[in-house]
């Protein structure tokens, strides 16, 4: 059985919510502010966080930060009734795996849930392409089977997201991805103005991995396009 906590101050919300998720064969808690939900995702593991924006004692924003720094493989999904681009770019970059707007169906919520779940129980296709399972780029070792990233023998927390979008350009190196590519192959996502998400996790990936942040080894621009992954790595 899946486990799910949610963090939303409508009861009437968490209840509909919880009905549902329950068919989908969840043991499901819920958490009326930021710090009570906090406290329950340090106690207990989660496979997913609904997570409202506009919560009490801690705003939903920073709770996702605290969460994805706190669990990087945690799945995370944002419902907010702030509607804006703006926002939904926001909440993707602080690092939810998405993010659905009030109101929604019950039909629109249980199939982004699902695709969330699929995504976390089978390979993507950048992984179910990859000719090896285990790769070696000199200090750097990439093992897909068990989601694992080591550099020089430590490990990399990677968030799934960055996993994913890391294995798509490692799994083939020297091809060029448009930021709109990547969105789409990595988050699901084709829609102009959301790209800002693809380079804040490439940020992100950069600080991870790079030895030296003015001259990137591994994870290389090109220009007018978008990233690759340097082929003589």
């Not at 720094?69 to 998405?98: N, R, Y």
């Not at 798509?168 to 448009?178: H, Q, R």
Request: hydrophobic share 40%.
């Amino acid at each position: 059985m899946r486990k799910v906590l949610i963090v939303e101050d409508d009861v009437h919300i968490v209840g509909l919510l919880g009905i549902h998720l329950q068919d989908l064969n969840c043991g499901v808690v819920f958490a009326t502010n930021g710090l009570e939900g906090l406290e329950m995702a340090l106690s207990q593991p989660f496979d997913l966080v609904i997570l409202d924006v506009m919560i009490q004692s801690m705003n939903g924003l920073e709770l996702c930060r605290r969460f994805r720094a706190e669990f990087p493989k945690i799945h995370i999904l944002i419902i907010s009734a702030k509607t804006g681009e703006i926002d939904k770019v926001l909440g993707l970059e602080t690092g939810a795996d998405d993010y659905i707007t009030k109101p929604f169906g019950i039909r629109e919520f249980i199939a982004r849930v699902n695709v969330i779940f699929r995504r976390r129980e089978i390979s993507m296709t950048p992984m179910e392409e990859a000719k090896n399972t285990f790769i070696r780029y000199g200090d750097l070792e990439i093992d897909i089977e068990k989601r694992k990233i080591s550099l020089q023998g430590a490990r990399i927390e990677l968030s799934p997201k960055e996993f994913e979008l890391f294995v798509l350009m490692a799994t083939n190196p020297g091809k060029s991805y448009s930021r709109k590519r990547l969105l789409n192959l990595v988050w699901g996502y084709d829609f102009d103005g959301y790209e800002h998400t693809v380079n804040s996790h490439i940020n992100r990936l950069r600080n991870k991995i790079e030895p030296d942040l003015s001259k990137p080894k591994y994870i290389l621009t090109t220009w007018g396009i978008g990233y690759r992954f340097n082929e003589e790595a």
